[in-house]
């Protein structure tokens, strides 16, 4: 017997009728009936029995029906594997995306964005935020999940939130015994009350970076700069080993409280995060316009995020969501 008996037995039970099963497969009730008879005595057993008007399976026909469930569902699966890998490279969306934020992003919408689009790959490629600016402006990704400046050039941006940036001291810092005395959850200093202070810095490319240059330029600082890395976990660790103060997203409070000191800086600063696209992008296909989407949502669950959409970001909100995306 082949796969399509199977499905043959499974409309039989689903409806209890030869006629009904017959209208919903698109094949005749003689035809069934035919099927039935003959595979009933090949098996030497009865598959169904009349009760009144419908046909229920006898004890033989549920062992059938169970192993035909099974094998009917092996087909679909397979069948759909096979679609999803003929069609996947026809039809792509190249992500940049930095190892941290980016990529657990990507993981985290991943579910809901192949559920509504089966056929459509995402590939990550990872880098740091200098690389994948570049990527963008190279047009080498579709997109990219990055954090930003305003002013900054050479992307579209499909901006969702922004990100307070913050002063962080070991706690043997004198500016840390001061926020003890004073209590406050997040105490907001003048960026002077550090300008004696080493500094470990992030390295050139990386936003933070970018704000951190721009916060002393402004202010006239100089500080003596002791260690840079494009990895914000190990400048963190660096800050709570006592090599110097950083100026840090505020995210990065979530996970390196131990040993270390934030302040609010006034005036505050922040960076902007979104979905970069290559410069001169108008349209985006609807899977990029649900990607986005999917995006905006998970950001807006951050409360350490402040919400900051652009005109782009409402309208893609406003389309998938239909949520007040003012």
Not at 82 to 87: A, G, S, V
């Amino acid at each position: 017997m082949n796969v399509r008996g199977m499905e043959y037995l499974l409309a039989i039970e689903k409806t209890g009728s030869l006629s009904a099963a017959g209208r919903l497969l698109k094949v005749s009730q003689p035809t069934l009936t035919v099927f039935v008879q003959g595979l009933g005595q090949q098996l030497g057993a009865a598959l169904f029995r009349r009760e009144g008007r419908c046909l229920v399976p006898t004890a033989q026909g549920r062992v059938l029906l169970n192993a035909a469930r099974e094998i009917v569902a092996v087909k679909e699966h397979t069948y759909q594997t096979i679609h999803w890998l003929t069609h996947r490279q026809s039809s792509r969306i190249v992500i940049g995306a930095s190892p941290l934020r980016g990529s657990l992003l990507v993981a985290e919408i991943f579910p809901a964005f192949s559920r509504r689009f089966p056929d459509v790959e995402l590939v990550i490629r990872e880098g740091y935020t200098r690389d994948i600016k570049d990527w963008v402006r190279r047009g080498q990704v579709d997109c990219a999940l990055a954090s930003y400046v305003s002013g900054e050039e050479g992307f579209e941006a499909i901006a969702t939130m922004k990100e307070e940036i913050v002063a962080a001291v070991p706690d043997f810092h004198p500016m840390a015994a001061m926020a003890r005395e004073r209590g406050d959850a997040l105490p907001c200093v003048d960026i002077s009350c550090f300008a004696d202070s080493p500094f470990v810095i992030a390295a050139k490319g990386n936003t933070v970076r970018t704000v951190y240059d721009r916060i002393m330029e402004k202010e006239g600082l100089r500080p003596t700069e002791v260690f840079e890395t494009n990895n914000m976990q190990v400048l963190c660790r660096m800050v709570r080993q006592g090599v110097g103060a950083a100026l840090v997203p505020v995210s990065a409070m979530e996970d390196n409280r131990q040993a270390v000191t934030y302040f609010s800086i006034y005036p505050r600063y922040y960076i902007h995060l979104g979905m970069l696209l290559p410069p001169g992008r108008a349209e985006l296909s609807e899977a990029e316009r649900y990607l986005a989407y999917l995006v905006i949502q998970s950001d807006l669950k951050k409360p350490v995020y402040r919400r900051s959409l652009n005109v782009k970001a409402q309208q893609i909100l406003k389309e998938f969501g239909g949520e007040d995306a003012r």
